[in-house]
Every structure is written in C-alpha cells, then in structure tokens.
C-alpha cells in the first residue's frame, strides 16, 4: 500500500505542473508580418510575443530549416543575421535576397502546445534596361516603321509605355513571356507609325514601369532621322517694287539632306542681265529696276531625294509723280476765271487705283493739305471782287438820258399845256431815239 501511495504522488506533481504550465501559456501567441523586398536587398524578419514566460522563439525558412533558436544560430549562411532576441522578440535579417529565397517562413513559440506564425517573404524581381530595335537610319518620308521595345527579369510582369514628342501613343502591341527561370517574365511592346517630315529629329521614347523601380522608371530613346524632298518658298524684300529700285528675292528651302545650292530662272530661262541680276548663295539680287524685269522667276532646290521649285511674279511699278497746284488769274478785262488743281496720280490707267497710295510716300501727305485750300478759297474771293468791279464799271459807262412826253415838248413852251402840244408834234421830225435794257 505504501508503495501504491508514493507513485500515485510521483505521477500527480507533473501533471499539475504540466497543467499549471498550459493554462499560463494560453495567452501567448507569436506575431509576424509579410515581407516584400527588392531583389538583391535585405528582408527583416520580426516575430514578437506581448506575454511570454521566458518560453523559447525559434525561426526557419521554407525548407523548414532552422534559421535562429533564440539568439543561436541554427544555419551557416552568412546572408542570414541577428538583430534582436529577447522574450519577447526575435527578429533576424536576409541580405542579397534572390529570388530563391522567396517563400513562407515560420516563427514558433515553444509552448504546450508549439504555436506558429507564418510570414511570406516575397521577392520583386527588377526588369532589365529596356533596348529599342527596328530602326533602320535613315528612313524615308512615308515608310512605315516598326520599332520594339523589350526588357526581361521582371518579376512581375513590367509594363511598357510609348510616348513621341512628350505624347502617350496609346495604339501598340503588348506581349509577354515567362523565363526559363519560370519566375520572371520577359516583356516586348511593339509600335507601328507612318513617319513625315515633322518627325525628323523626334525623340521615341520606350518607358518601363515597375514596383521594384521605386517610382523611378527605366528608358529607352530613338532619335528619328527622316529624309525629305527640299520645300521651297520665295521672299521679297519689299512688296511693292518701283522703277529704279534694287530688290532681293530669298529662295528658302528646307530638305534632308540639305539642298543643294538654289539654281535661279526667269521666264523658264536663264537671267537675262547677269551684270544687274546677281546670284548670291540663296539670294537674287536685282539692281535698278526697269519695265524689263517684269516675269515669272523661279528657284530651285535638289536633293538627293528630289527637287522642288517657287515662282515669283514681278511687276515693276512706276515711281509716282507729285504735281504742285496752278492757277490763271485773269485779265481785267474778262470775268473768266479758270483754276487747275493737279492732285498725285497713280501710274495705273483704272479709274479706281487713284485711290492706293504710294508706299514709298511721306507720312505727312497722308493728311489734307490746309495750306492748299487756303490758297484756292483766297483766289476764287479775288476773282469775285474783280468780276464785281468789272460789272459796276461796265454799267456805269453805259447809262442813258430817258424823258417823258413832256420833257419833251417843255424846252420851247410856255406851258405844260404847250409843251404837250409841241412834244406831239415834234416827234415827226425829231431823231429817233432807243432805249436799251440791260
């Protein structure tokens, strides 16, 4: 009986403690938290326990190897270091992470029960510098180009974007492909365009986004080269061209390759006058002009791609004469008076081109001129004081002596009676007399 007593005490003393142990360690749990990093960087790893009874912490990788027991390390990997253990902590890191490390990791608290924390570390792969392929220089205006874009070992899958002169090109083709690796992938972008003569010198743009590249993008650049036919336009020195003036005509023209020198004509032949008409790099420069330079020029350019020509039509016009105002004062005999005004006159016959002024003009005889007027009002006062003076005086010379009947007969009678009698009488022979009216 004794010895029946002495194991029954041996076996209840560790099964209280052991009860004893699991119910303290109910509120002890381990805490872990996933983990993303950079290929080739350093991954943290950190389990913690807010209630821990000096119970062990232990963390091990994916193959369910040791990593850390406590503050011992369990594997030789030099990669793999300790950055804190306590009771309450274990926390270790991984530098130059590959993407073989990528995977669960388990923290275990060494409770009655073990309790486990998982933590996923996963590992970004970063794609490569994107490369541009396709381009052919040089390439002629209104081809069709195809240019790819293509970057491998991003992990995930890299996004590639297109822009030309700053602007998105949404319109491009998409493709992706998993390495032998199997983890990464290898991404191409394709864009197809009709290139002009505005592309020339435009800068393509191949663009790769990606987590890994913390906002900071990878590039790729394509300067475009196009070769075009030369365009020409020709420019006058002045726009209104006058007799015996110099005038300079300027072939502009623009071409890849750059055009030759510019080859002149007129009239589909060759200058007529080299000593005044003379060719300076681009320039014709025509000294004193004359009614015989008027025609058709034209400028050429060549290249090696093409030709293109502009034609200029000059007309010379003729220097505009100006006429001071006349007048006749007539005599002081006559009551005529005749005033000519000559005003500035265009060259031109049409009756409404009397209105284009010169341009060559001064920009005071734009306005009227007072003093002219002035003049011409003083002129016709005088000429109608003159022509009063001459009235009057003609008049004045030709007035008469008019009598009545009785006057008539008055000047030998004694009476009014006689005189009227005489007056009748007397007109018989009397000499006749006639009024005139004026």
Not at 145 to 172: H, Y
Not at 219 to 239: C, D, F, G, N, R
Not at 327 to 334: C, F, G, W
Request: hydrophobic share 35%.
């Amino acid at each position: 009986i004794f010895v029946l007593f002495l194991l029954c005490i041996l076996c209840w003393v560790p099964a209280a403690a052991s009860k004893n142990k699991l119910k303290g360690s109910q509120g002890q749990f381990p805490l872990t938290q996933n983990v993303t990093v950079v290929e080739g960087g350093t991954a943290i790893l950190t389990c913690r326990v807010d209630q821990n009874d000096n119970t062990s912490l232990q963390w091990s990788n994916p193959a369910q190897q040791t990593l850390y027991f406590d503050d011992k390390k369990a594997l030789r990997d030099n990669r793999i270091e300790l950055v804190r253990a306590s009771w309450h902590e274990l926390s270790i890191s991984v530098s130059d992470v590959s993407l073989s490390d990528e995977g669960q990791y388990t923290c275990s608290l060494f409770t009655m029960p073990v309790k486990t924390s998982k933590a996923y570390l996963t590992v970004l792969g970063v794609p490569e510098k994107p490369q541009i392929s396709g381009f052919s220089s040089p390439v002629m205006e209104g081809d069709l180009m195809q240019l790819t874009c293509k970057t491998s070992g991003s992990k995930p899958a890299a996004d590639i974007r297109w822009f030309k002169n700053d602007k998105e090109i949404k319109d491009v083709k998409y493709l992706k492909e998993e390495d032998a690796n199997r983890k990464t992938f290898t991404v191409s972008s394709t864009l197809d365009f009709r290139v002009d003569r505005s592309d020339d010198g435009v800068a393509v743009i191949c663009r790769v986004d990606h987590e890994s590249l913390n906002a900071t993008p990878q590039v790729a650049m394509q300067v475009l080269e196009i070769h075009y036919t030369p365009s020409v336009k020709i420019i006058p020195s002045t726009p209104f061209p006058q007799e015996g003036q110099p005038l300079i005509l300027t072939c502009e023209s623009k071409g890849k390759p750059l055009p030759e020198p510019v080859l002149w004509t007129k009239d589909g032949g060759e200058l007529p006058d080299p000593d005044r008409m003379v060719v300076s790099g681009r320039e014709l420069n025509i000294l004193f002009l004359n009614k015989t330079d008027n025609g058709t020029y034209r400028c050429e350019a060549t290249n090696t791609i093409g030709q293109s020509s502009a034609e200029y039509v000059l007309i010379v016009h003729d220097v505009p004469n100006t006429l001071l105002p006349t007048t006749i004062i007539p005599s002081l005999t006559t009551a005529t008076v005749t005033t000519t005004v000559a005003i500035t006159t265009s060259p031109t016959t049409s009756a409404t081109s009397s209105s284009i002024r010169d341009p060559n003009a001064l920009a005071g005889q734009a306005g009227p001129d007072h003093a002219l007027i002035g003049g011409i009002v003083a002129v016709v006062v005088f000429v109608t004081l003159c022509s009063i003076f001459l009235l009057g005086r003609y008049l004045a010379r030709h007035k008469g002596t008019y009598l009545t009947n009785e006057a008539k007969g008055a000047e030998d009678a004694p009476d009014a009676d006689t005189a009227i009698i005489n007056a009748e009488g007397s007109q018989v022979n009397a000499e006749e007399k006639k009024e005139y009216f004026i």
